[in-house]
C-alpha cells in the first residue's frame, strides 16, 4: 500500500503525517521548535534551521514507529513551512545552493556563523525598510494589493544589508523557509513558484507584459543593487532560464530527483523518495480543505445528501481560511484581481494559469490567548478547567451560557453589545496594510471577575469575525464571489467563533473531516503529486527537469492534476450556517459599523497626536 508523508512547520512545531491516498491520516506527532525572543524589543522572532530539521526527523521517526508503515511504503513526500526568512551561507562564489546558518540577530554577531538563522514570519523589526520600499511606487507593489508587508522577505533582507558589513552580507543565501527545506533534503535549490510570487517580489512570466522576474529597477532604488550586480545569486539567480539550479516550479511538482542519502538517512527514508515543490503553511490549508465535500443546505436545513464532488472552476468561490497563531485568507481565481490592502494576485501561486489573492490576521490564537491570559481572572479560569479537565475556551464558552440565562438574553451578542473591542493589537495586514495599527477596548467597567473574562473572551472572537467580513467585503468590491469559507487549523475547534464567522459573514462555514490536519495533509497531497509525476517520467529514465521549458511543459500537461487527488483525498466536511436571529443580526450589523469607526478614529487620533508632538 502506498502512502504518503506530509511536514507542516508551523510557527511554535514541526507536524509529520502518514497519509493513505483516500485521505487518511495513519499517524502525526509534532515536536516543539524554538522560538527566540528579545526582552527589549517585542518585534523580534527568531528561529533556526538546524533545530527545525531535528524536530522534522523525530517526527518522522516518530509516525513510522507508530504506524508499523516501512520506508519502502513511503512514496513521496511533501513540505510546507510558514514564510519566513532563513539565512545561509554561500558555499562558493557563484553558486546559489546554500551552506551553514548565517546568525541574523541585530548586534556584532549578524552575519557570522549562527544557529538563530531564521527571522520568522511574525518578526516586525523592518518596519522602516519596508516604509522605504512603499513609497518607491514600484509595479511590484501592485501585486501585494498596493504596499509591502514588512512580514514579507524583501523588507527583511534589507533590514539585514543595513546591519551587517557588506563582505558578510554578499556571503549570504535567503530562502523562503518552504524553498530551504526541499533544497536541504533533495540538494536541488530550485524554487517554488508559492514563495517567489507571494513573498520575494517576483513576477511571473505572463503576469505583466512589461516586467516579469525580478525587477532590476526595484531593487536597485531600495538599496539592494548589489544582487542585480552579481545576478540575483542570493536569491537563487536569474530564475527560470536553462540550468536546473534556477528552476521555479509550482506546487507538488518534483524537485531534483528527491531524497539525498544524507537527508534519507537522517529521515529514515529511501533515498531517491520523491518531494514534491513545498508550500507556504496556509497555502497548504487551502489545498488540505477546498476540495471537500459536505452535506447540502436547503432552506437553512442541513440534509443528508453530500454535495457532487467540487470541480477546479468551484474553487473560485471557496475562501479558505487558515486560522492558527494567525489568520490567512485565500481565494483563487482564472483572472487576476487587484484588492487594494490584499496581497497579489499572485500568478501560478498554486495552480498554473491561475491567480491567488491573499487576506491576513496577524495575530488571531495568539490575540485570544493574550487576551485570555492577561486577565486577572485568568488563574482562577485555569483552575477551574484544570478541576472540571476540561479546555480553558469550553470552560468560557459555558460560563457565558451561564451569564446569558441569568441575564435573560438569546445570544452572547445581545449580552455584550456596548463591549467593543478592536483587534490589532500586532497590526493591520488586511485590508489596511499598516502594521502602526493598535487594539482598543471600548465599554471597560470596574469588573476583573470571571464573568468579565468570559465576555472579553467572546467580543475577542466577535471581533476576529468583523474583520473578517472587513476582508471578505473588500474581496467581493473587486470582483471576488465568495460563497463559503472552507476553515482549518487550531481555531476551527473554537465552536462559538465558527458560528460567528457564519452569522457575521452571512455566508456557510465548512469544517474539513480532520480541520487541525488539514495543513499537513495538504503537503502529504503535494507529496502524492510529485510521486505521481516522477513515476510518470520513470519510464524514460529521468533524471529530473533539466530545463525551465520541461517544467513549463509538464505543468500544462498536468493541469488540473493536482486538483484530482485533493479531491480524492479530501474527506467530507461539516456545514455551519449561518444562524443569527433578525435581531442579532440587526446588532451584528451595528457593531461592524462601530467597528469601521473605530478605524477611522484612530487614524485621527494618530494623526492628532502626530501634529502635537512636532
Avoid at 499517524?27 to 534551521?49: G, K, L, V, Y
Avoid at 538546524?50 to 512514496?75: M, Y
Avoid at 445581545?414 to 471600548?442: A, C, E, F, Q, V
Amino acid at each position: 500500500m502506498a502512502y504518503y508523508l506530509g511536514i507542516d512547520v508551523g510557527t511554535g512545531s514541526a507536524r509529520a503525517a502518514l497519509v493513505t491516498s483516500s485521505g487518511q491520516v495513519i499517524a502525526s506527532h509534532s515536536h516543539a521548535t524554538r522560538t527566540w525572543r528579545s526582552a527589549s524589543d517585542s518585534r523580534i522572532f527568531e528561529q533556526s534551521t538546524t533545530d527545525i530539521f531535528s524536530a522534522i526527523c523525530k517526527c518522522i521517526h516518530a509516525v513510522l514507529s507508530r504506524s508499523g508503515v516501512t520506508k519502502e511504503d513511503v512514496k513521496g513526500i511533501g513540505f510546507d513551512a510558514t514564510c519566513s526568512l532563513a539565512v545561509v551561507e554561500m558555499d562558493d562564489p557563484g553558486r546559489t545552493s546554500g551552506g551553514e546558518p548565517v546568525c541574523v540577530t541585530q548586534g556584532e554577531q549578524c552575519g557570522m556563523p549562527g544557529e538563530r538563522n531564521i527571522i520568522l514570519w511574525a518578526d516586525h523589526r523592518a518596519e522602516q525598510e519596508a516604509n522605504l520600499i512603499n513609497k518607491t511606487g514600484s509595479v511590484v507593489l501592485d501585486y501585494v494589493g498596493g504596499a509591502m508587508s514588512l512580514e514579507m522577505e524583501i523588507p527583511k533582507i534589507l533590514w539585514l544589508k543595513n546591519q551587517m558589513p557588506q563582505e558578510r552580507f554578499s556571503k549570504c543565501v535567503f530562502f523562503d523557509l518552504p524553498d530551504y527545506l526541499t533544497y536541504l533534503t533533495t540538494g536541488f535549490p530550485a524554487r517554488s513558484s508559492c514563495s517567489l510570487v507571494c513573498k520575494c517580489s517576483y513576477i511571473p512570466s505572463g503576469a505583466n507584459p512589461n516586467a516579469q522576474g525580478w525587477n532590476d529597477e526595484f531593487f536597485k532604488s531600495i538599496g539592494l543593487e548589489s544582487m542585480v550586480e552579481d545576478g540575483y545569486q542570493q536569491l537563487g539567480g536569474v530564475l527560470g532560464r536553462n540550468h536546473k539550479s534556477t528552476l521555479v516550479l509550482t506546487a507538488g511538482m518534483p524537485v531534483g530527483r528527491g531524497l539525498t542519502t544524507w537527508a534519507a538517512e537522517k529521515m529514515g527514508l529511501n533515498p531517491g523518495t520523491p518531494v514534491g515543490s513545498a508550500v507556504i503553511d496556509a497555502y497548504a490549508g487551502w489545498i488540505g480543505t477546498v476540495a471537500a465535500r459536505h452535506h447540502h443546505l436547503k432552506y437553512g436545513t442541513v440534509e443528508k445528501e453530500l454535495s457532487p464532488s467540487p470541480t477546479l472552476e468551484e474553487s473560485q468561490t471557496r475562501l479558505a481560511t487558515v486560522a492558527g497563531t494567525s489568520t490567512c485568507y485565500l481565494i483563487q481565481s482564472p483572472k487576476g484581481r487587484f484588492v487594494p490592502g490584499i496581497w497579489g494576485p499572485y500568478k501560478n501561486a498554486l495552480f498554473p494559469g491561475w491567480w491567488m489573492n491573499e487576506g491576513g490576521q496577524s495575530s488571531t490564537g495568539q490575540l485570544i490567548d493574550f487576551m485570555i491570559t492577561t486577565h486577572p481572572a485568568y488563574s482562577e479560569a485555569k483552575g477551574l478547567a484544570e478541576a472540571t479537565q476540561k479546555p480553558i475556551h469550553t470552560l468560557l464558552a459555558e460560563t457565558l451560557q451561564r451569564l446569558q440565562e441569568e441575564a435573560g438574553v438569546s445570544s452572547s451578542t445581545r449580552l455584550t453589545k456596548d463591549l467593543h473591542i478592536y483587534p490589532d493589537l500586532h497590526g493591520n495586514r488586511s485590508p489596511l496594510s499598516d502594521s502602526s495599527m493598535r487594539g482598543s477596548i471600548s465599554g471597560l467597567s470596574l469588573d476583573s471577575s470571571l464573568s468579565d473574562l468570559a465576555m472579553k473572551f467572546s467580543v475577542t472572537l466577535e471581533a476576529i469575525a468583523l474583520q473578517t467580513r472587513h476582508i471578505l467585503d473588500e474581496m467581493k468590491l473587486h470582483g471576488h464571489d465568495i460563497r463559503s469559507i472552507y476553515i482549518s487549523g487550531g481555531q476551527a475547534k473554537n465552536i462559538h467563533l465558527i458560528q460567528l464567522l457564519a452569522d457575521v459573514c452571512q455566508i456557510p462555514v465548512i469544517l474539513p473531516n480532520n480541520y487541525e490536519a488539514s495543513v499537513v495533509l495538504g503537503a502529504a497531497m503535494l507529496g502524492r503529486f510529485g510521486h505521481e509525476v516522477s513515476q510518470e517520467k520513470a519510464s524514460d529514465n529521468w533524471e529530473g527537469f533539466a530545463s525551465q521549458e520541461e517544467v513549463d511543459l509538464e505543468s500544462g500537461k498536468l493541469g488540473g492534476k493536482l486538483w484530482d487527488i485533493m479531491v480524492e483525498m479530501t474527506q467530507a466536511g461539516k456545514i455551519v450556517p449561518p444562524a443569527a436571529s433578525p435581531g442579532d443580526l440587526k446588532l451584528l450589523d451595528a457593531k461592524y459599523k462601530i467597528f469601521r469607526e473605530t478605524i477611522e478614529t484612530q487614524k485621527r487620533w494618530r494623526a492628532i497626536m502626530e501634529d502635537a508632538a512636532r
